[in-house]
């Protein structure tokens, strides 16, 4: 990964997912949780919703951060509901297949948490700590803007989870 961002605003909070298609609205339902808390997401820390435009995540990492905590749904096989903290590995742009690295610039609106993390740091703007909290979706393919019982009922431990990675984060930063 990349140290691009070293020295830079603190941590950025970003809700994913499309809001229209039920539990793939999480990362969203996430971040408005955390926005209604005083607290935020702790001191330093900066909360956005980027959607499902992965280009909107790579103009904000622009501005310079030291840490970044992506919140999405994530389809591991797990019980819905299930909550995971992820360390991604994001691969070189230049290791990936030609017709990977086209299909990519083809369409930079619509990059999913991987691509737009392949992005960043081809851009050397990813920060050198990533982190994703991911929520096992139970249905993503209805069209609707209500979440899952099961998903409505992880949002206040995965905000709960993004306040400790914010703060843990945050402490690395400091002693880096």
């Known amino acids: 990964m990349s ?31 955390l926005e209604a808390r005083p607290e935020g997401a702790g001191p330093g820390a900066r909360l956005i919703e980027v959607g499902i435009g ?9 501005e310079g951060y030291e840490a970044l905590v992506l ?7 797990g019980e819905p509901g299930t909550l995971y903290v ?3 590995e994001v691969p070189d742009i230049g290791a990936l297949p030609a017709e990977e690295r086209r299909i990519m610039a083809a369409d930079m609106h619509e990059l999913v948490p991987s691509r737009a993390l392949v992005m960043a740091a081809a851009l050397d703007v990813l920060p050198p700590r990533v982190r994703i909290v991911g929520c096992q979706p139970a249905e993503t393919e209805e069209l ?26 945050t402490e690395e930063a400091v002693r880096a």
């Open 3 to 33: 140290g691009g961002a070293a020295g830079g605003r603190g941590v950025l909070v970003a809700g994913m997912g499309n809001v229209l298609r039920r539990d793939d609205g999480f990362g969203v339902a996430v971040v408005a949780a």
């Open 54 to 62: 992965g280009i909107g995540l790579i103009q904000e990492l622009m």
């Open 71 to 77: 919140v999405d749904a994530v389809d591991r096989g």
């Open 86 to 88: 992820l360390e991604p």
């Open 144 to 169: 609707s803007t209500e979440l899952s019982a099961v998903v409505t009922a992880a949002v206040p431990r995965a905000a709960d989870a993004v306040l400790r990675l914010v703060a843990e984060m």
